[in-house]
Nanobody
């Protein structure tokens, strides 16, 4: 069983930066893809960024250039560096790991950006 725990959320002023981290306890050796999602109040959860075990990345179009996803395969962790934050980035951010047979979600970490 894999349990994911996010950290690094908090409150920041517009233009600031935060770095989110997701750590896994337990191991599923079929996990290849790690992702970050976010959900703002009253909105659907949306995909922020994806990274494969080969290091290929993909981002939501609106976030390109401001967010960077990275992973440490040895530590089984994934990070999200968020720069030039805007009030519209305010949301709960979740990490997700995809294995061959199931996915795993963290409990989320709140990011609040004030103007």
């Amino acid at each position: 069983q894999v349990r994911l725990v996010e950290s690094g959320g908090g409150s920041v002023q517009a233009g600031g930066s935060l770095r989110l981290s997701c750590a896994a306890s337990g191991r599923d050796f079929s996990i290849k893809v790690m992702e970050w999602y976010r959900q703002a109040p009253g909105k659907q959860r949306e995909l922020v960024a994806t990274i494969t075990n080969a290091g290929s990345t993909r981002y939501a179009d609106s976030l390109k250039g401001r967010f960077t996803i990275s992973r440490d395969n040895a530590k089984n962790t994934v990070d999200l560096q968020m720069n030039s934050l805007k009030p519209e980035d305010t949301a709960v951010y979740y990490c997700r790991y995809l294995g061959d047979y199931r996915d795993y979600w963290g409990q989320g970490t709140q990011v609040t950006v004030s103007s």
